[in-house]
């Protein structure tokens, strides 16, 4: 059936509420190639927003989920358990970069993860406040859009947020905001509106992503792991995004020289089936009663399978070096444009955590060239996605397996289309 067809029927069947960003539809995917419908294909540089680290349909991946699937597909965790789901908790649980006895629980979505981590803290602390960032992105519940630092379109008509959230600067070079004011801000907050008594956490992503891929600094992490210890309060990473090698490390916060005491992770965990979780120290886990945490779907043996699958394929293709490879090579080509290109404002990058933010000829944030770059990108045959406060930011999000020829022709295009 043709795009126009189908566009229209999607209009007409699914709320506008949904976005979508391209008009084309997915047939089939291989690793880091995408196919559309009328037989298009498309280098895929967005990894269905970073859920795709080990690329689509990865060989282990799809046997593993195939070996669960002979088995079965469902008895919910909390009811009747199943091993496996304990093997992969072990598993996590020694990856994370949290020192002492550490537990896991599964969820099934990435905002599911932040209300659970937010629920383990509040039981933990009996307290209520918590303290997010400006350009944070951490969900569309209605709790997780409120920790949520950007209003259009997540906070748009919707009315009064949760209470008891509260949001400080992050550290933005192009906004000119430094660490010292992020800071400075919190102990402001402190003293205006809320004691930190009553704070229950504070939440962070080590690399914003939806915010426009801004890097924290090591030294800002070390102030708030020393506030959170000076005044009782946990510290959350918020490692949905960055999780899974994506950075050049299993997780982010292993860039860091502090821990944080409870880790939210999704996306990449299970190659694209949906799973989240929360790992975090063994004395904060334990802080919910019996039946305080779980989900119907929560940990789902399908998609645990190819958890599993997925930890083994980052540790024998060596992934996070890939990562940190691949990553410089795009950030050095984006670097030499930017030396003749005055509207590219800014490069940065982590590992493959790499943004591009352009600006228009007064210095100002130009959402519509990042937009047209990604339409201009979508012809030629490469998808990107965009990020940033004000929509100004390019991120990449491919798969760390892409081949290198493929990921070098998805360069030539984005260097083509950004010189002009």
Known sequence: MQNLDINTRRQLATPRGVGVQFDFYACRAENATLWDNQGKEYIDFAGGIAV??????????IAAVKDQLDKFTHTAFQIVPYESYVTLA???AAAAPLSGLKKAAFFTTGAEAVENALKIARTHTGRSGVVAFTGAFHGRTHMT?????????????????????????FPNKTQNICVADSIKAME???????????????????????????IAAPELMVALRKTCDEHGIVLIADEVQTGFA??????????????????????????????????????????????????????????IAAALAVQDVIKEENLCARAVALGDKLATRLKQLQAGNR??????????????????????????????????????????????VYGNVLRFLYPLTIPEAQFDRGLDILAQLLAK
């Not at 795709?52 to 991946?61: F, S």
């Not at 402001?188 to 426009?212: D, N, T």
């Not at 982010?252 to 949906?274: F, Q, Y």
Request: aromatic content about 4%; charged content about 20%.
């Open 52 to 61: 795709l680290a080990t690329g689509h349909r990865h060989p282990k991946v």
């Open 90 to 92: 072990e598993k996590l």
């Open 145 to 169: 859009v409120t920790l949520t630092g950007k209003v259009a379109p997540y906070k748009t008509s919707l009315g009064p947020m949760m209470p008891d959230v509260f949001h400080v600067p």
């Open 188 to 214: 402001l907050l402190f003293k205006s509106s809320i004691e930190p008594q009553r704070v229950a956490a504070i939440i962070i992503e080590p690399v914003q992503g939806e915010g426009g891929f801004n």
């Open 246 to 303: 994506r950075t050049g490390k299993m997780f982010a916060m292993e860039h860091h020289g502090v821990e944080a005491d409870l880790i939210t992770i999704a996306k990449s965990l299970a190659g694209g089936l949906p799973l989240s979780g929360v790992v975090g120290k063994a004395e904060i886990m334990d802080a919910p009663a019996p039946g305080g945490l779980g989900g119907t779907y929560a940990g789902n043996p399908l998609a």
């Open 343 to 388: 509207k590219i404002a800014d490069v940065r990058n982590l590992g493959s955590m790499v943004a591009c933010e352009l600006v228009d000829g007064e210095g100002k944030p130009d959402a519509a060239a990042v937009s047209a770059v990604i339409k201009q990108a979508a012809a030629k045959g490469l998808l990107l996605l965009s990020c940033g």
